[in-house]
């Protein structure tokens, strides 16, 4: 039927003669809404179904094209049941206000920043003068932002929003992807929600929401397709199982035999390619119903959750896309600056508070200027994110600093100017180790410049032909 897709092939011409032409249309969106708003207790169901209508095929043509927006038949379907939900948690509010937080909180974690005012746009044109407000998830985004600062992590407002928005995702659907370039925070995003979950259902809360849960991590990847779903011996005719159907009967037992009421969320951490995320489709579909290859059929149980946490859905066909809830993450959202301050909050005990102080107010001001310059003016032979690149110079600069005992009088002749001395080293070979050869010119008498304004023992030489000589705590030559 669909050739172009993988693992299918074209009939041959002699068997496709046996079969009769079939002719499809697209079906009618605003009649289904109608219907399944009837269904679900929407006494306007009439009008509303109309505005959905308008509002998804004008959202399909106005905001920027990316693989993972999807306004099909799933995504509307989504959206109704999530709306039927709150009609029956909230019967005596209005319908259209129902209507409309259904409508943002199913699709607004997955849009770019950028698309966010053209959709509020469209549903206020639609909605005239209705705005629901936000809905107030205050004891959870509490236990948000503890869990977060127990580990001294930050708490930027758009990243506890991104939080909120995975945990409204999963109302709606039970296979969800974290989308974002490595150094956004998918992984923590993803634990933060299972950590606070956990901890308001240990303080006591009623809320089915509220659960345990536990978090099971693969990476498809590096498994072969057999490993991953099970496989027959050829030759003895021996079934093994794989680790996906492994995880899911272990789901499957531990809600029979404990009547456990925790969550189980198993998460797929690793490139989506068409080949593993084909066999998924059933498992994301409504039944939920995992299709192994010796022809068992296990049903993933209710308080399952499959997770997928991927850079980007390049390769994804728009099948697995439309049987997802989308979470899209965007540097924006964390930035670089929450690792510098996490890391200065981690060495409270270890290094002295004016040197903590010394490198963090360095780091925050040379990459603010260095960063954008790298990014503007020089061309890198790996592509990197910014987080990536402090990341490297903050590890970098751990790995000189263990060697230093600040704690014995007089061990580090005179701290504030080691440190300096590794600092800037530190910042040389992570934020301009990865650049072209044509780049290091420019990049050399910029950072030349910055480093100045830190530390006055810089040498004039080039910065590429400066290393360090450990003993003296001091620049020196590589030729020497």
Known sequence: MNPGYAGRTELPDNLKALFRPVAMMIPDYRLIAEIILFSEGFGDANTLSAKMKKLYSL????????????????????????????????????EDHLLIRAMKDSNIPKFLEHDLPLFEGIVSDLFPGIDPGAYDYGAVEAAIIKQLRDRKKQTPAKFVRKVLQLLETMMVRHGIMVVGETGTGKTVLTHMLGHA??????????DPMHQPV????????????????????????????????????????ALETDKAHYKRWIVFDGPVDAGWIENMNTVLDDNKMLCLPNGQRIKMPAPCTMMFEVQDLKIASPATVSRCGMVYIEPVHLGWKPLIESWHEEREETLPDEIRSFIRQSLLQIFEVALR???????????????????SCLRLLDAFLKDLDFK????????KRSVGTYLCFSII????????????????????????????????????????????????????
């Open 197 to 206: 979950l956990t901890a308001l259902h240990k303080d006591g809360s009623k």
């Open 429 to 480: 070979w992570s934020l301009g180790a990865n650049l072209h050869d044509d780049s290091r010119q420019t990049f050399n008498a910029h950072i030349k410049m910055q480093l100045k304004k830190l530390i006055e023992h810089l040498p004039e030489m080039d910065i590429y032909e400066i290393g360090i000589n450990k003993e003296l705590h001091d620049f020196q030559p590589w030729k020497e």
């Open 214 to 253: 536990v978090i099971e991590t693969l990476n498809p990847k590096s498994v072969k397709m057999g490993e991953l779903y099970g496989e027959t011996n050829p030759l003895t005719n021996e079934w093994t199982e794989g680790l996906v159907s492994n995880l899911v009967k272990n789901a499957v037992n």
């Open 59 to 94: 959202s399909s043509e106005q905001l920027s094209k990316q693989d993972h927006y999807d306004f099909g038949m799933r995504a509307v379907k989504s959206v109704l049941v999530m709306a039927g939900k709150l009609k029956r948690a909230e019967p005596d509010t209005a």
């Open 373 to 391: 310059h790298v990014r503007r003016n020089c061309k890198e032979v790996i592509a990197s994110v910014d987080a990536n690149l402090v990341q």
């Open 408 to 415: 014995k009088k007089d061990a580090v002749p005179n701290p």
